[in-house]
């Protein structure tokens, strides 16, 4: 059983580009959930969706930001118009839904904008 | 989520159990205590985690007192593959809220 695959693990983007950070959950799983975590600092939380819907976007920032996690296919988390300040590691995680359920972490993607 | 308080760093001998606490003062009765741990730039892995009995798995246990305003996780024997950083988290229904943690450094 696969776990929570991510890709790429490494994107080098120059600022005014776009990013798409690609996330797989765990086979049987349909919540995603993106978090950020910026240089020295801990994770925070994005946005959570289940199949075609976003359940909570709260952490997500207004402007450029924006997930989705279709029917088919992985759920990606679009950054448009890169800055630097966007340089982070990403992490997705999955789950099964439901209460108290424990959430599996992908290995990351690190962004670095120029 | 309710806020939890941990120790910015510990050391721990190696073979020694590690003592790791939290306080969680404002903990909510849905609210399930978490411990997550994050070894060096990889992604977060779960530990463990428990709403008001004491728990233990093949990682660790974890102690809530009674009136679920603290707890504690103990990881029985430490190896040196346990440094990391650990997050005691109070989990909403359905999202995670990581603070700063707790910098464990094991030694040898």
């Known amino acids: 059983n696969a776990g929570v695959m991510q890709n790429p693990r490494h994107l080098v983007r120059r600022r005014g580009q776009e990013a798409r950070l690609r996330c797989s959950p765990m086979?049987?799983?349909?919540?995603v959930y993106w978090y950020r975590q910026l240089p020295e600092e801990g994770l925070k939380f994005m946005v959570y969706?289940?199949?075609?819907?976003?359940?909570?976007e709260s952490g997500m920032p207004k402007e450029r930001f924006s997930a989705e996690f279709p029917k088919e296919g992985p759920s990606i988390l679009r950054i448009q118009q890169v800055v630097r300040g966007d340089s982070a590691a990403y992490f997705c995680?999955?789950?099964?839904?439901?209460?108290?359920?424990?959430?599996?972490f992908g290995s990351g993607t690190q962004l670095s904008v120029l | 989520d309710a806020k939890t308080t941990q120790p910015p760093s510990m050391d721990c001998a190696e073979g020694r159990a590690a003592n790791l606490p939290c306080n969680h003062s404002?903990?909510?009765?849905?609210?399930?205590v978490y411990w997550y741990r994050q070894i060096h730039s990889q992604g977060p892995q779960y530990i463990i985690h428990?709403?008001?009995n004491n728990e233990t798995n093949e990682m660790a246990s974890l102690i809530i007192t009674e009136d679920r305003k603290s707890s504690t996780l103990i990881l029985p024997h430490a190896t040196l593959r346990d440094t990391a950083v650990y997050y005691c988290?109070?989990?909403?229904?359905?999202?995670?809220?990581f603070g700063a943690g707790t910098t464990v450094t094991v030694r040898a």
């Open positions: 995680a999955s789950s099964p839904g439901g209460l108290g359920e424990k959430l599996f």
């Open positions: 086979k049987g799983h349909s919540h």
């Open positions: 969706l289940q199949k075609e819907n976003i359940i909570d």
């Open positions: 404002t903990i909510s009765g849905n609210e399930y």
């Open positions: 428990g709403l008001k």
């Open positions: 988290i109070v989990r909403a229904p359905y999202k995670l809220s």
